[in-house]
């Protein structure tokens, strides 16, 4: 079975400035996707960035980018100029493409506060 | 287009009560989902199912039962309420079970008391 493992429980960062939230797993497999979700007070879940295991080229969505080592089986995630409105929790998780149930294997998840 | 809507928004139950959280989406998908949230503990898959009449269990499926009569509807069933069910609890959806895009509830804060 996969675990996905986030040891930052708590982050911080100043407005305007970069921070880096960290992320391991643990799988067999060769092929699976790799997300970051933001979980808001509204308890919405949000999806950030997703990877595609097989793509080497870390993935980018504006503000937001990963830094995936497949080797080291490493996922982290760089929120650049960071905004008060990107306090909130971050989940990384995990789905395999190997088992049905498009299942997602989520880690502990990291909180985040943005100072102004 | 409301997306997944996930009734109640808030439940208080007591040990032994039985409930049925609802989970409806209007977006034709086949996959439908429940987790539940714990604190320090991200989420964790409870049942899904790839279609109507198709039902499977996660990682944590005791103490609820679920069915899959119609596309649209995917209730959670809780029998017989336990404090150790205090969650919340999210419903999530996608086109088809190999569709990596997920659409999230907003999920049900559920007391057990």
């Known amino acids: 079975a996969q675990t996905v493992t986030q040891s930052q429980p708590e982050m911080s960062v100043q407005e305007a400035e970069t921070v880096t939230l960290s992320c391991t797993y643990d799988t067999s497999e060769s092929d699976y996707y790799l997300f970051w979700y933001k979980q808001p007070p509204s308890r919405q879940m949000i999806l950030v960035i997703r990877?595609?295991?097989?793509?080497?080229q870390n993935a980018t969505e504006n503000r937001f980018s990963v830094n995936f080592q497949k080797a080291a089986k490493s996922f982290s995630l760089k929120i650049s100029d960071s905004q008060l409105g990107d306090a909130a929790m971050y989940f990384c998780?995990?789905?395999?493409?190997?088992?049905?149930?498009?299942?997602?294997?989520f880690g502990e998840g990291t909180q985040l506060t943005v100072n102004p | 287009n409301a997306g997944v809507t996930q009734t109640p928004k808030f439940q208080v139950l007591k040990t032994g009560q039985s409930m049925t959280l609802q989970c409806a989406q209007d977006m034709n998908h086949e996959y439908m989902s429940w987790y539940r949230q714990d604190p320090g503990m991200g989420l964790r898959l409870i049942h899904y199912?790839?279609?109507?009449?198709?039902?499977d269990q996660g990682e944590v499926p005791n103490g609820y039962n679920v069915s899959r009569s119609t596309t649209e509807d995917f209730p959670l069933r809780l029998l017989s309420a336990a404090p150790s069910q205090t969650s919340v609890y999210f419903c999530a959806s996608s086109s088809t079970q190999f569709n990596e895009k997920l659409f999230f509830g907003s999920g049900t804060q559920l007391s057990v008391l």
């Open positions: 199912s790839v279609g109507a009449g198709i039902t």
């Open positions: 990877q595609e295991a097989y793509k080497q």
């Open positions: 998780a995990y789905r395999s493409l190997e088992t049905s149930g498009s299942r997602l294997t």
